[in-house]
């Protein structure tokens, strides 16, 4: 089986392939590239949940792949504060297509208040914690966890929630 993953970001390679071999022992995982059609920080759930669908469709079709997943991360305000969370799609070459999705950590006001002014959660974390490229490694949930929940971990759940339509299918029917 072969499985693409619309992201080059090793965290969501990991968060695939971990995932999977607990399914598909031995599945091929391969990380291609594409756009996600969305903002770089999308701000819904909506907006994540569809540049997930985006990433899985097109990353499927490009690497001519049995199943594509397709894995964004996103912001969302509310009364209570702003939350990070993350949405998985997967999609099979019928098009059958399964959800899933996790989070929903409170963001520490500082860094809600920098997003709310137009910028993008990883920068915006890198500049928080002294450090570089904190997406593509512990992940805000990671440094806000103290790696209890490395972004890795966090997605895991996620993509194996976007499976299950693939797992039991018959319960999808």
């Known amino acids: 089986m ?11 390679i990991a968060a695939v392939e971990n995932s999977v071999q607990k399914i598909w022992p031995g599945a091929e995982v391969i990380g291609i590239e594409v756009d996600s059609g969305v903002s770089n920080q999308p701000r819904s759930n909506e907006e994540a949940i569809q540049g997930a669908t985006n990433r899985a469709r097109l990353s499927r079709q490009q690497a001519g792949a049995d199943l594509g997943i397709g ?3 996103c912001v969302s305000d ?3 504060g702003m939350f990070v969370s993350g949405w998985v799609v ?41 450090g570089h490229n904190t997406k593509q490694k512990q992940g805000t ?33």
């Open 141 to 173: 949930v990671g440094v806000l966890t103290n790696n209890l929940i490395p972004r890795t971990d966090a997605f895991e759940k996620s993509v194996i929630f976007a499976l299950a339509r693939f797992i039991n299918p018959h319960f999808y029917k």
């Open 78 to 80: 509310s009364k209570f």
């Open 90 to 130: 997967a999609i099979d070459k019928k098009g059958e297509i399964g959800i899933g999705g996790g989070g929903g950590l409170l963001l520490p006001e500082k860094v809600a208040s920098e997003i709310r002014k137009g910028k993008e959660l990883g920068p915006v974390m890198d500049g928080f914690i002294g």
């Open 71 to 73: 894995l964004e991360g």
């Open 2 to 12: 072969k499985i693409s993953v619309g992201s080059k970001n090793p965290v969501k």
